[in-house]
């Protein structure tokens, strides 16, 4: 059975996103790593309700430093936090509206195009490893 098909009938997943390639749904499992990790951290560091994680985070995806957070922390909110605030709308619409809510792969897709891609797993921008210089954004 595939994945989509475990997920679908498990009701884990909407149509849509069921329905998915495979390479869709590990990037949904990226993205929902990387919004657990920048939820978790606005918690962690800062105690919020549901309400004001959600500011919080639109907030550091808009750019604004996070502050009063270890340099390290702070760096990894501001680039997880554009994916997490994009993930964090389709979550919230998919429990509250619809379970045919469209998975936001063009939004993701665009924001990777703007910041490049990241790893969920480092913290890092393009695979890029801990120790590896990495260049400057532009």
Same mark, same amino acid.
């Given at each position: 059975?595939?994945? #989509?098909? !475990? *997920?679908?009938?498990?009701?884990?997943?909407?149509?849509? &996103? @069921?329905? %998915? @390639?495979?390479? $869709?749904?590990?990037?949904?499992?990226? %993205?929902?790593?990387?919004?657990? *990790?920048?939820?978790?951290?606005?918690?962690? *560091?800062? #105690?919020?309700?549901?309400?004001?994680?959600?500011?919080?985070? !639109?907030? %550091?995806?808009?750019?604004?430093?996070?502050?009063?957070?270890? /340099?390290?922390?702070?760096?990894? &909110?501001?680039?997880?936090?554009?994916?997490?605030?994009?993930?964090?709308?389709?979550?919230?619409?998919?429990?509250?509206?619809?379970? /045919? $809510?469209?998975?936001?792969?063009?939004?993701? !897709?665009?924001?990777?195009?703007?910041?490049?891609?990241?790893? /969920?797993?480092?913290? @890092?921008? #393009?695979?890029?490893?801990? #120790?590896?210089?990495?260049?400057?954004?532009?």
């Amino acid at each position: 059975m595939s994945r #989509g098909a !475990r *997920l679908a009938a498990h009701g884990a997943a909407s149509t849509s &996103l @069921s329905l %998915c @390639s495979d390479r $869709t749904l590990r990037e949904h499992d990226r %993205c929902y790593t990387i919004t657990h *990790l920048v939820n978790w951290l606005a918690v962690a *560091l800062h #105690g919020y309700e549901p309400d004001e994680r959600k500011a919080f985070v !639109r907030a %550091c995806a808009q750019g604004m430093s996070p502050g009063d957070v270890p /340099a390290a922390a702070a760096a990894v &909110l501001v680039r997880h936090a554009p994916v997490a605030a994009v993930m964090g709308d389709f979550y919230r619409r998919f429990r509250q509206e619809s379970r /045919a $809510t469209p998975y936001p792969l063009e939004a993701i !897709r665009r924001i990777e195009q703007r910041d490049g891609p990241s790893d /969920a797993a480092t913290g @890092s921008a #393009g695979g890029q490893r801990p #120790g590896q210089s990495a260049a400057p954004r532009t």
